[in-house]
């Protein structure tokens, strides 16, 4: 049996994925979490072999819950499953050590054949969606994207700087480095811009 981890916070596609694998004969759902964090402590406990993720999940992102469960060595090999048809965010679920990335609009038919790959070692990923995503690279340090993503929320740089703990004047200064980068004329063009991207 495969062992299955489903992290969605909208729960009727939650329950909608499970109630979709469980038909399969080889599956099994073991777990299933609203958010990042709650899937990295169900993770540790049901240790299951595929943890099936959305990328924006209140708290911790898929892609941070991808980051943290390679770092911890966990031996769970993660799909992302979401509507973000954009490059930047397959390059950065990548590089989170994700095996899968697969958009929710693909037929169903393709989800438990996606498990089932991932389970076995391979890679499962849309092949027009890789070729985009090796087109245009990223220019965001991570630290850049994080101060934009708040900024993105409407903190003002004293906020920002208070959340970060770090001074204003550096605030200041990762945002002026995201915005030049990007060609924006200010910060919420620049987080817009970053967003429609996939490097927010």
Avoid: C
Wanted: no cysteine; net charge neutral; hydrophobic share 45%.
């Amino acid at each position: 049996m495969i062992r299955v981890l489903i992290a969605e916070d909208q729960s009727m596609v939650l329950g909608a994925l499970a109630a979709l694998l469980e038909l399969e004969a080889d599956i099994e759902v073991v777990a299933r979490a609203r958010d990042g964090a709650e899937a990295l402590r169900l993770a540790a406990e049901t240790r299951p072999d595929v943890v099936l993720t959305d990328i924006e999940m209140p708290g911790m992102t898929g892609l941070e819950l991808a980051e943290r469960l390679r770092q911890g060595k966990h031996p769970a090999r993660v799909i992302i499953l979401t509507t973000f048809a954009r490059g930047g965010y397959l390059r950065r679920a990548l590089d989170a050590g994700a095996a899968g990335y697969l958009l929710k609009d693909a037929p169903a038919s393709q989800l438990a054949d996606a498990v089932r790959r991932v389970r076995s070692g391979l890679r499962v990923i849309d092949p027009e969606l890789a070729a985009q995503a090796w087109g245009e690279p990223d220019p965001l340090t991570d630290r850049e994207r994080q101060v934009l993503r708040l900024a993105a929320d409407g903190l003002s740089t004293a906020r920002l700087a208070s959340e970060l703990h770090l001074s204003e004047g550096t605030v200041r200064n990762y945002l002026s480095e995201a915005i030049g980068k990007l060609n924006a004329a200010n910060r919420t063009e620049a987080a817009r811009i970053a967003r429609r991207k996939g490097w927010l």
